[in-house]
């Protein structure tokens, strides 16, 4: 899933940057200091933005993640039968491992569920990325305040890597029970006992009957530290105007 996640990462952080901007835009009044809650408001569309556009890059980096663990678990139960006594006289098939692209996963979805399987998980997906926005924008705009020596002057590149760092950490963990429940409602293979959900409170009630409150924060802490300097790139980038001089340095046609 390596070339769907970078795929996948450049839009989502533009168009969610971008988004809370033109929120921010228009939720202010004569260019006067958002209050929280439209700051809340600016980043809560920001993330619904986001959403729609990404889901069906982040439903197949799932599908081919997981691919790896399916097979893997196929692997083990051909040879535990090839092993066992009881499993008769002929010889268990080997399993023929079989490559999954992107390109079949999204044939299949879309011939067997048509665009709506490419949707599959977008409640527990919103779920997740717009409390993170709604989190992530007003702590990072106060972190980055704090670094301002003039209100008009923009912070220094650093203050903002840092406010990223902070703030997108700080939200990641705060949303990652949401993403647990968005990942497991996404898998559309499953392996040996493992469960079905029908729904987000389905999932929510058999994670927490069968492994437990401790389940919800899992991976939490990977996520912290992948989340972390990602939003500080991608705030340095945005916020220092690097995409503006770049345009910039590119000939410009005479009339």
């Given at each position: ?11 989502e ?8 901007d ?28 986001q959403v ?40 268990a ?9 992107a ?6 979805l879309l ?6 399987g490419?949707?599959k ?70 392996g040996?006992?493992e469960?079905?959900?029908s ?14 409150p ?7 802490y ?18 220092i105007g ?14």
């Amino acid at each position: 899933g390596a070339a769907v996640n970078l795929t996948l990462v450049t839009p989502e952080k533009a168009i969610k940057l971008a988004a809370n901007d033109f929120f921010r835009h228009h939720l202010s009044k004569d260019g006067k200091k958002l209050t929280l809650l439209r700051e809340m408001l600016a980043g809560c569309g920001a993330g619904t933005c986001q959403v729609i556009v990404t889901t069906p890059m982040e439903m197949l980096k799932i599908q081919l993640q997981d691919a790896g663990r399916i097979a893997a678990q196929k692997k083990l139960m051909a040879a535990q039968a090839q092993l066992s006594p009881s499993s008769g006289a002929g010889a268990a098939e080997p399993v023929v491992e079989k490559r999954t692209t992107a390109t079949q996963i999204t044939r299949e979805l879309l011939r067997s569920k048509g665009i709506a399987g490419l949707y599959k998980g977008l409640g527990a997906t919103l779920l997740r990325d717009v409390p993170f926005s709604i989190v992530y924008f007003p702590l990072f705009a106060n972190l980055n305040k704090l670094g301002q020596k003039d209100p008009n002057v923009k912070a220094p590149f650093y203050v903002s890597f840092l406010s990223g760092c902070v703030a997108g950490s700080t939200a990641a963990v705060a949303v990652n029970p949401c993403d647990v429940i968005k990942t497991r409602l996404q898998s559309l293979q499953r392996g040996v006992n493992e469960d079905t959900y029908s729904g987000i409170l389905d999932c929510t009630k058999k994670i927490w009957q069968k492994e437990g409150p401790t389940a919800f924060l899992k991976g939490a802490y990977c996520r912290a530290l992948v989340i972390a300097p990602l939003f500080g790139i991608a705030q340095v980038v945005y916020f220092i105007g690097i995409a503006e001089f770049l345009l910039d340095m590119l000939p410009k046609h005479r009339a």
